[in-house]
């Protein structure tokens, strides 16, 4: 997978524009905009999501906090 291609960003983009790009990604491929959408749209929306964190786990790995 072309991570960095997933979440538009160049090969040597900063963690901040990684975070900014993932954040922007995420609102616009949300399932949940697509819910009353026909049921290709609401999958690719779905596969599109955690295509989109995967790529944003891969490139941050453990640099991403996790709050509880």
């Not at 949300?30 to 490139?59: C, N, T, V």
């Amino acid at each position: 997978l072309h991570h960095h291609a997933i979440l538009l960003v160049s090969k040597n983009a900063a963690e901040e524009e990684i975070k900014t790009a993932y954040r922007l990604l995420v609102k616009l491929h949300h399932p949940d905009r697509f819910a009353q959408g026909s049921e290709s749209q609401q999958k690719m929306a779905a596969e599109k999501f955690i295509e989109i964190q995967a790529a944003y786990e891969a490139l941050l790995g453990n640099k991403v906090c996790h709050k509880d």
